[in-house]
């Protein structure tokens, strides 16, 4: 291979994360407890994992699993269901049953995740987006540190019904936002507009912190199953989570009026929702445990990263920049080669549906587009940014990023 130096970088590397490590073990004790405690509280048994078919009246399982989301996520009541077909889907789903022609759409933080554009209305021309629909919407960019503007969410928060904050960084190179920032920009907003209602998208930030932002000021939590909630199990599906009123009329818009949540069953059964969601706490921590290790690494080597490795984190995600095209590519041709499934596959930049640039994407999953599994995007531009997120398992992860390196090490000595 090298002469060692490689070798020493990478245990260098993984030597000075262990105090990060180290308090990863308490968050996930905490919420490994919640979460206990939420399974105890509502009496999960062995006939909540079957199955049911038809319309799914009285389904059990599926009523107790909402209510076990709720508890864990200290929230009055939870919609979850395999039906809604990812995160954008649940997002899209909350914005439609919470707004009304008329209303005012604030985002808080500023531009939201790229497959809100078309379901807001600034990109493509759907006849069902909002704009078309007649709610309007605002913006409140963050200030150049990544921070929310308080003073201008506050500006702008005259006369809205949602507010939409983003918890993750997404494709962005911004700092995901903590809890108290959250509760920041909820009490800003509560000030001018007592009656608005505040949403987060919470995709990539469960159980990252012992606490949700619903303990901050948020009426509504939305996020994806095959995120991190999930636990790496969940086959499919979305969750919200929030006040009784507005899952009421959130469930209204995702089923229909008069049906609402009555209905949806599902053949194959819950345990896959159960038990993903039990281990959830340990998957995000191990991720987490790629994501700091990744972080420390890259630093050593010179590359910026986003957040650095001892950094508080609120996100699953690490940005990475590359800083050239080439680099990119082999990051995450590396990463799928590392991958437990599909390794031998190369990934190619493509214009995925909803996104706005050309996006690279590296994902061996057992669960198709998993992103809690261990996964590398980017969107093919300057200066050529790599999100990595995942991984079911701290291992994995470590043995994939150092595959990275030894990759870059070859191709450029860097
Ligand atoms: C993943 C993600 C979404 C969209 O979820 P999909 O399941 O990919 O549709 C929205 N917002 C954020 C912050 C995300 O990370």
């Not at 494709?171 to 507009?193: K, T």
């Not at 991190?228 to 919200?240: F, H, K, Q, V």
């Not at 995007?377 to 990023?401: C, E, M, N, S, W």
């Amino acid at each position: 291979m090298s002469d060692g130096r490689m070798e020493a970088i990478l245990e260098q590397a993984f030597a000075r994360c262990a105090d990060a490590f180290l308090a990863l073990q308490q968050t996930e004790l905490d919420l490994q407890r919640r979460v206990l405690d939420a399974f105890r509280k509502h009496r999960v048994a062995t006939q909540h994992m079957a199955g049911t078919t038809g319309y799914g009246y009285d389904d059990i399982g599926r009523d107790t699993l909402e209510k076990v989301y709720a508890e864990v996520l200290g929230c009055e009541d939870a919609l979850v269901r395999p039906h809604i077909v990812s995160g954008t889907h649940a997002l899209g789903i909350c914005l439609y049953g919470l707004l009304s022609p008329g209303d005012v759409l604030l985002s808080a933080a500023g531009k939201p995740y790229d497959t809100l554009d078309e379901i807001i209305g600034t990109a493509g021309n759907s006849r069902q987006s909002l704009r078309r629909l007649g709610v309007s919407y605002r913006q409140a960019e963050l200030l150049p540190d990544g921070k929310p503007d308080i003073a201008e969410i506050r500006k702008q928060a005259t006369e809205v019904r949602v507010v939409l904050i983003q918890r993750s960084r997404g494709y962005n190179w911004r700092p995901s936002l903590s809890l108290p920032e959250i509760r920041q920009i909820a009490e800003a907003v509560r000030d001018v507009s007592p009656n608005a209602l505040i949403m987060v998208d919470n995709c990539y930030g469960e159980f990252v912190e012992a606490e949700e932002p619903s303990f901050y000021g948020a009426d509504v939590l939305v996020g994806s199953l095959i995120k991190n909630i999930g636990g790496g199990l969940a086959p499919t599906g979305g969750y919200i989570a929030g006040k009784k009123v507005c899952i009421e009329a959130i469930s209204d818009r995702w089923s229909t009026p008069g049906i609402g949540r009555e209905v949806g069953s599902y053949e194959q059964g819950y345990r896959l929702f159960y038990q993903g969601l039990f281990l959830a706490p340990h998957v995000v921590s191990q991720a987490l445990h790629t994501a700091i290790y990744a972080a420390s690494v890259f630093d050593l080597l010179k590359y910026p990263v986003s957040p650095a490795f001892d950094a508080p984190r609120h996100d699953i995600i690490q940005a990475i920049e590359m800083g050239e095209r080439e680099r990119l590519l082999a990051f995450c041709e590396a990463i799928q080669e590392t991958s437990p499934v599909d390794s031998f596959v190369t990934p190619e930049p493509w214009g995925m549906p909803g996104y706005q640039d050309q996006v690279v994407m590296a994902a061996g999953a057992f669960v198709g587009g998993a992103s809690i599994e261990l996964s590398a995007d980017a969107p093919i531009k300057p200066p050529f940014v790599v999100y990595l997120q995942g991984g079911l398992t701290g291992a994995h992860g470590r043995l994939a990023v150092e595959a990275v390196v030894e990759r870059l090490w070859i191709s450029n000595k860097k």
